[in-house]
């Protein structure tokens, strides 16, 4: 008898609605898949990670959004957010190693991007600029987080 291993490397992708519980759906599903996996070690960092990434493409655009979980091997993760906002949010902008100013201690918001930066083991994110009606194309932010 043969019997085959899974594979190390594997890719997970929800499209996400415009909706205040996208955030919660897609921490289902990255607990699902990262369970699924055995990859428990990452899965409290991985669930907070994603949910603020969620929940940042839903406060600042009227779209959809998507998610992406990319299992790279040797039990790292990467998680990708694409919406339709164009606009690379601070402090995402700056690159590795520049120290960013976080929110003020009295503002509601503007901690989510900061926290991923700070917990991810890398970070970046691409402006897929607009189409050729002018509409936004939108923009991927990831993070990828290793055992």
């Given amino acids: 008898m043969v019997t085959v291993a899974p594979p190390d490397t594997c890719t997970y992708g929800l499209r996400l609605p415009h909706d205040p519980r996208a955030a919660r759906v897609a921490r ?34 009227k779209g959809p959004a998507s998610l992406r979980l990319s299992m790279l091997g040797g039990g790292r993760l990467r ?10 949010p601070a402090p995402f902008d700056e690159p590795p190693g520049v120290r960013c100013t976080p929110a003020p201690a009295s503002a509601e918001g503007g901690r989510g991007l900061h926290i991923v930066r700070q917990c991810a083991s890398a970070w970046g994110g691409w402006s897929l600029g607009h189409d050729l009606l002018g509409r936004g194309a939108g923009k991927l932010l990831w993070f990828e987080v290793s055992p």
């Fill in 28 to 61: 289902m599903t990255v607990r699902a898949a990262l369970c699924g996996h055995g990859m428990t070690a990452i899965l409290d960092v991985v669930e907070l990670l994603t949910s603020e990434m969620v929940t940042n493409a839903y406060r600042h655009t």
């Fill in 79 to 88: 998680v990708g957010v694409w919406d339709s906002c164009p606009h690379i």
